[in-house]
Antibody, heavy 119, light 107 residues
Framework: QVQLQQWGAGLLRPSETLSLTCAVY????????WSWIRQSPEKGLEWIGE???????NYNPSLKSRVIISIDPSKNQFSLKLKSVAAADTAVYYC?????????????WGQGTLVIVSS | DIQMTQSPSSLSASVGDRVIVTCRAS??????LHWYHQKPGKAPKLLID???TLQDGVPSTFSASGSGTEFNLTISSLQPDDFATYYC?????????FGQGTKLEIK
C-alpha cells in the first residue's frame, strides 16, 4: 500500500517561495505521474502540475510562470516550489499519485499541508 | 480549460435514501471522469475511476455512469459514513480540473 508523506513550511510572507516535498513509501515511481494539488475555499481543488519518473513536467498554465516541480527517484521524493507567493496562494497543498492504469485518476494523496501567506 | 460543473452543490438526505450527483463537462471527456469524496480535515479519497470502476473497498451501494459530457454518481442507499463532500475530476486534458463539490448532509 503506497503512502505519501509531505512536509514543508506552513507560514510564508508575500513574495517568498513556497517549498514542499513529498516522500513515496511502499510503491514504485514508474508507471505513475506525481502531482501537486491545492485546495482553498475560494478556488476549490486546483491541479498545480505533475512530473513523471523521467522528470518530464506538465504545469497548470495559470501557475506555470511561478512553479517548479522536481523529482529525486533515488530518494523516492518529489518537490514543489512556488515563487512569489501572495495571499491568494493560501491553501491546503496535497501531493498525489496519478495512475495511468486507471485513466489518470488520483489514487493516493498525501496528508495535506496548510500553507498560509500573510504579512 | 475543461470546466466541470456539479449539481446539486448541496443535498440533504436521510440514511437509506437514494441520491444522484451529476457532473457535466464543458467538452467531451470520453471516460476520463473520476469521483472522490472528502471528509473534513482529510484528503479526498478516490471512489470511482474511469467513469464507472469502483475502487477496492468501496461499497456496492455506489455506482456511476456516463459518457461524453454528462456523468452521474449514484448512492443507492445512504449510510452514515457516506455523508461527505463529493467531487468529480476530469483527466482527459491538462490542466486536470475538478467540479466545485457536492456537500451531502444528513437531513
Amino acid at each position: 500500500q503506497v503512502q505519501l508523506q509531505q512536509w514543508g513550511a506552513g507560514l510564508l510572507r508575500p513574495s517568498e517561495t513556497l517549498s514542499l516535498t513529498c516522500a513515496v513509501y511502499g510503491g514504485s515511481f514508474s508507471g505513475y505521474s506525481w502531482s501537486w494539488i491545492r485546495q482553498s475555499p475560494e478556488k476549490g481543488l486546483e491541479w498545480i502540475g505533475e512530473i513523471n519518473q523521467s522528470g518530464s513536467t506538465n504545469y497548470n498554465p495559470s501557475l506555470k510562470s511561478r512553479v517548479i516541480i522536481s523529482i529525486d527517484p533515488s530518494k523516492n521524493q518529489f518537490s514543489l516550489k512556488l515563487k512569489s507567493v501572495a495571499a491568494a496562494d493560501t491553501a491546503v497543498y496535497y501531493c498525489a499519485r496519478m495512475a495511468v492504469g486507471s485513466g489518470w485518476s488520483i489514487d493516493s494523496w498525501g496528508q495535506g499541508t496548510l500553507v498560509i501567506v500573510s504579512s | 480549460d475543461i470546466q466541470m460543473t456539479q449539481s446539486p452543490s448541496s443535498l440533504s438526505a436521510s440514511v437509506g435514501d437514494r441520491v444522484i450527483v451529476t457532473c457535466r463537462a464543458s467538452q467531451p471527456i470520453h471516460i476520463y471522469l473520476h469521483w472522490y469524496h472528502q471528509k473534513p480535515g482529510k484528503a479526498p479519497k478516490l471512489l470511482i475511476d474511469a467513469t464507472s470502476t469502483l475502487q477496492d473497498g468501496v461499497p456496492s451501494t455506489f455506482s456511476a455512469s456516463g459518457s461524453g459530457t454528462e456523468f452521474n454518481l449514484t448512492i443507492s442507499s445512504l449510510q452514515p459514513d457516506d455523508f461527505a463532500t463529493y467531487y468529480c475530476q476530469q483527466s482527459y486534458n491538462t490542466p486536470y480540473t475538478f467540479g466545485q463539490g457536492t456537500k451531502l448532509e444528513i437531513k
